[in-house]
């Protein structure tokens, strides 16, 4: 009873501070405010009831601490053993509050700054602090807050005065400073509707946010912020803030200015974690790939068709080597490819439930006698017309159908980035059709294949299991024998993974595939989604060995995923140094006096006969060292210098981008040297 007592204590002072005032807050304001302790008084009685069972915390380091159910928190265990910032916590594997009681025995794993996690949290935290910052002392409208890889973001409507970048980022430490607690709530849709009934903007942003039965509200101070969890047990964990854009925010199905305006930012515990990130910036910057694709001639936009990428032939001769790749893995693992149309009739997207759901991100045509089309933003739904087109024999599945088509999606002008976010892109996509049976075989061959693609480009990566989402579609006992089915694979693959609850599709689980860079930044591309809904919205059938129709189960797969964003990650990957096999500058030729220019001139078609990108420098206004150096920006993996002693012998003498030289060595050993490496797709330089 004396712990339980206690608790409450704890837990009382904690919602005294959540009342602390630090400016004037506006009528609207102080009414969202009360409405919010009127909810959350409602739920006071659902809280975690201090147990005084004790508690086992097994920690990663192995050692274990002593605890009791209800009352101690993660921060405790932190501050207990003396681990320094930390931000937020994973208890068996799920994230957890800094502030959040443990309820059992656990294993507990405390993260900071220098993880995702924890970055995230800063981030989520710092966006709240920023709209109370934005609204009580700037009299800004705050309607929507958050973070991302980029940082965190507030978009607000600021109806009268002006301000400065730096008069925000001053106020936004003394708040912080305050140490303001955080309280949370997760509300439905008729109490976000009530809490948000004086801002229609807000109001309609927040529905648009909420793909589930509730969603989460925190108060910091006098604000209210619609932010995902977790966040920081209060704001004092901040003590850096630096604005970095204001820019204005296109909504969708808008095509004038509504006014809101985005204010981006980032946040820090410490000086030296800003000192980081700004290296970490600093090497994003020289590794981005939209100055690489413009130093290498790559590629290039134009507003004629905006989001739309003009690759140029080098730019081209990578596109179509990581095709290439991929149709020879097809070919090896029982992939047929498939061409489909580009355009199609409303028809088949409102059979598919896409034209419901996805129009807007759609292009549309209109032809002879008011019939609309819209170009495909996926293959899926041509993938169940071509499965459909005749009766099915058990004996012909797994089915695996791949398909190379160009896609289209009218992403919003705002968001067009570079090759991460295009309106016309390609994807590896592919389907495969199978019996309920085959399904946990399925999965680890595409699991392997997956494996197998992220080796030859040197990723390390992991697998997150999303299982079922609310709402979602399906019988229960389908989505728990498929979510199942999809660990097993995962246990049987052997590689790391993490369950991540919720996050499935509606129409089943997935399993997504993250990537880890060369400068260590995390990447989403390979996906593999079990589908439930589009068999039956096509009512796919096959008939099985008993003669009896049954349904399919329908896979969406894809290992690179967009053809373009796999090669803005490989460019910053590689900081524009790309592998042999890979390279659009493979080999460069450079002529060294007497009568070396015409065994150069064969040099560089024997080679570009073989395969390879080679090229000739014959400026005969240029010294050896500048056509050497020349060579080595423009990043040719290797360098043939040919005189007369290279003639005469039949030779090349070789040095490599990074200015190691092989020696004087015979072509034809070179030539076939280097298509072991090409063929081999290695990333070894020295042969």
């Known amino acids: 009873m004396a712990v339980t007592r206690l608790f409450r204590v704890i837990v009382g002072r904690t919602a005294a501070c959540a009342h602390r005032r630090y400016s004037q807050v506006c009528p609207a304001s102080s009414e969202r405010l009360r409405i919010f302790e009127s909810l959350r008084d409602k739920r006071s009685n659902s809280q975690v009831e201090a147990t005084g069972t004790p508690l086992s915390i097994q920690l990663a380091d192995g050692r274990t601490v002593k605890g009791t159910a209800g009352v101690t928190t993660p921060l405790f265990v932190a501050q207990s053993v003396r681990v320094k910032g930390a931000l937020v916590s994973k208890v068996n594997g799920e994230l957890w509050e800094l502030g959040q009681p443990l309820e059992a025995d656990c294993e507990l794993h405390l993260l900071g700054f220098d993880t995702d996690e924890g970055r995230q949290v800063a981030w989520r935290t710092g966006a709240c602090v920023l709209g109370g910052v934005l609204e009580n002392e700037f009299g800004a409208e705050v309607c929507r807050e958050g973070a991302s890889e980029l940082g965190l973001y507030c978009d607000h409507l600021l109806h009268t005065g002006a301000w400065s970048l730096g008069d925000v980022e001053e106020k936004f430490k003394k708040v912080a400073a305050l140490k303001l607690p955080l309280?949370?709530?997760e509300l439905n849709s008729e109490e976000v509707r009530e809490l948000f009934q004086n801002s229609m903007l807000r109001l309609q942003?927040?529905?648009?946010?909420?793909?589930?039965p509730t969603i989460t509200v925190y108060r910091c101070g006098d604000s209210i912020a619609v932010c995902k969890g977790p966040l920081l047990p209060h704001t004092g964990f901040l003590k850096v803030f630096k604005t970095l854009q204001l820019s204005p925010v296109t909504l969708a199905n808008q095509t004038e200015s509504s006014g809101l305006m985005r204010l981006l930012g980032v946040a820090f515990p410490g000086e030296k974690d800003k000192e980081q990130w700004e290296r970490e910036q600093e090497e994003a910057r020289r590794r981005d790939h939209r100055r690489i694709g413009t130093d290498q001639e790559l590629f290039f936009f134009n507003d004629v068709s905006p989001g739309s990428c003009f690759f140029l032939p080098k730019g081209a001769?990578?596109?179509?080597?990581?095709?290439?790749?991929?149709?020879?893995?097809?070919?090896?693992?029982?992939?047929?490819e498939v061409?489909?149309?580009?355009?199609?009739?409303?028809a088949l997207w409102e059979r598919s439930g896409h034209w419901e759901h996805y129009s807007e991100n759609m292009f549309t045509v209109t032809s002879e006698g008011s019939q609309t089309y819209a170009l495909k933003p996926m293959n899926c739904p041509a993938h169940c017309l071509m499965f459909e087109q005749r009766v099915r024999s058990w004996k012909e599945l797994p089915l695996r159908w791949a398909d190379f088509g160009a896609l289209h999606r009218n992403e919003l002008s705002g968001a067009l980035g570079g090759l991460t976010r295009v309106r016309r892109f390609c994807q590896d996509d592919a389907h495969i059709f199978c019996t309920p049976e085959q399904l946990e075989e399925e999965i680890g061959a595409c699991l392997d294949f997956v494996r197998s693609v992220y080796q030859v480009f040197g990723f390390s990566f992991h697998c997150l299991l999303s299982t079922r989402p609310a709402p979602?579609?399906?019988?229960?006992?389908?989505?728990?024998?498929?979510?199942?089915?999809l660990e097993r694979s995962l246990q049987h693959f052997g590689e790391r993974w993490e369950l991540n609850p919720g996050d499935g599709a509606f129409y089943g689980p997935k399993i997504d595939i993250l990537i880890k860079d060369a400068i260590g930044r995390q990447h989403q591309c390979a996906t593999i989604q079990l589908d439930f809904q589009l068999p039956i919205k096509f009512d796919l059938q096959y008939v099985g060995g008993d003669g009896q129709l049954r349904r399919p189960v329908m896979i969406h797969r894809a290992v690179l995923g967009s053809l373009e964003r796999m090669i803005a990650i490989l460019a910053e990957n590689f900081g524009g140094k790309w592998p042999l096999w890979l390279s659009p500058a493979q080999v460069m030729v450079i002529p060294v006096g007497g009568n070396s220019e015409s065994y150069s001139k064969q040099v560089v078609q024997q080679f570009s006969e073989a395969g390879?990108?080679?090229?000739?420098?014959?400026?005969?206004?240029?010294?050896?060292?500048?056509?050497?150096?020349?060579?080595?920006?423009?990043q040719y993996n290797y360098i043939f210098v040919v005189g007369d002693k290279e003639s005469e012998s039949g030779a090349v003498?070789?040095?490599?981008?990074?200015?190691?030289?092989?020696?004087?060595?015979?072509?034809?050993?070179?030539?076939?040297a280097l298509t072991r490496l090409r063929d081999t797709r290695s990333n070894l330089e020295e042969f």
């Open 183 to 185: 309280s949370r709530l």
């Open 205 to 212: 942003l927040v529905e648009e946010q909420m793909n589930g």
């Open 317 to 336: 001769f990578i596109y179509n080597t990581l095709t290439d790749f991929i149709k020879s893995e097809y070919r090896r693992r029982g992939f047929n």
């Open 339 to 346: 061409v489909t149309p580009t355009l199609y009739s409303t």
């Open 472 to 485: 979602c579609l399906g019988e229960p006992e389908q989505w728990d024998n498929a979510e199942q089915q």
């Open 612 to 634: 390879f990108m080679a090229d000739l420098n014959d400026d005969q206004g240029a010294t050896l060292n500048k056509k050497i150096r020349s060579a080595q920006l423009a």
């Open 653 to 672: 003498n070789v040095r490599c981008r990074g200015g190691v030289q092989l020696g004087r060595r015979p072509t034809e050993e070179v030539l076939t």
